[in-house]
């Protein structure tokens, strides 16, 4: 019996402690209420502290080499003024530019049009000229048969006495070239008909035209170098054999022996 008793009073005494650390619902509400508490707390003394802070920033004394950071700066549409003079008539200066506009392109195209006219007008002139020219000409080496008077002095319708040297040998020369196609002349001027236009010829004597055969002399003022036919190849003309020279007497292109000035080949109406 006392073994039972001793047994009851050892497990009374280990259940004790158990009961006494069981905590009771009411501490644990209140515990964490106490927590919550001090969250509060220390959130609102971090927010006092922070103001504060702030509070000394604003109240502390800028220092002296203290240099205030540049701050963007605005653009500012600037609005265009208008002249004064613009203002007041704005609509008749307009109108004022404008038909003198008008009237400046209207003038330039009447200078453009009439300068076309006048271009007009001269080469059908020069056209007309030349016609006529080609019909008043006489025909050649049909109506001319009598040769022309000789003459020590330049006189119209002469030609200068023959000159004779016992050692010089005549220039050998064949008409047989206009056979050649390599020198036809005719299909190369119609191809090429600016190369044969030469424009204004300069009598030397001021005679006017007069038609030369084979054999009739001319006078030198009308074989001189300023007569030349320099590159006979660009008219698709033979080469002058030495002691000879093509020549362009008005529009006539003639063969003619330098030496005594005897007319070796001529071709009427080369040039145009």
């Excluded at 003024?81 to 200066?93: L, M, T």
């Excluded at 209207?106 to 002139?125: H, N, S, Y």
């Excluded at 008909?193 to 055969?213: A, C, E, I, K, V």
Aim: glycine content about 4%; overall charge positive; cysteine-free.
């Amino acid at each position: 019996m006392r073994k039972v008793l001793i047994s009851i009073l050892l497990a009374s005494a280990a259940a004790s402690p158990a009961l006494a650390e069981r905590p009771d619902p009411s501490d644990r509400e209140q515990a964490r209420e106490d927590r919550q508490q001090a969250r509060e707390d220390r959130q609102s003394a971090r927010e006092e502290h922070n103001s504060s802070a702030r509070s000394e920033s604003n109240s502390r004394p800028e220092p002296r080499n203290f240099e205030p950071r540049p701050q963007p700066v605005e653009r500012v549409q600037v609005q265009q003024v208008q002249p004064a003079y613009e203002r007041q008539g704005h609509a008749n200066f307009d109108g004022r530019a404008n038909s003198a506009a008008i009237q400046r392109e209207q003038q330039l195209q009447a200078d453009r049009a009439e300068r076309a006219g006048e271009r007009t007008e001269r080469v059908q002139q020069l056209r007309d000229n030349r016609e006529l020219r080609q019909s008043a000409r006489a025909e050649p080496r049909v109506f001319h048969t009598r040769p022309p008077v000789v003459s020590n002095v330049p006189r119209p319708g002469t030609q200068p006495p023959l000159r004779v040297e016992r050692n010089r040998a005549p220039v050998q020369w064949s008409s047989n070239w206009r056979n050649n196609s390599r020198y036809d002349w005719q299909d190369h001027r119609r191809h090429h008909r600016s190369l044969f236009h030469l424009g204004f010829y300069f009598d030397p004597f001021g005679w006017g035209y007069n038609p030369y055969q084979i054999g009739w002399r001319m006078w030198p003022s009308y074989y001189s170098n300023r007569y030349w036919i320099n590159d006979p190849w660009y008219y698709r003309l033979p080469y002058a054999p030495p002691g000879t020279q093509w020549v362009r007497y008005y529009d006539d292109a003639i063969l003619v022996d330098t030496w005594s000035g005897q007319v070796v080949d001529v071709i009427y109406n080369f040039f145009w």
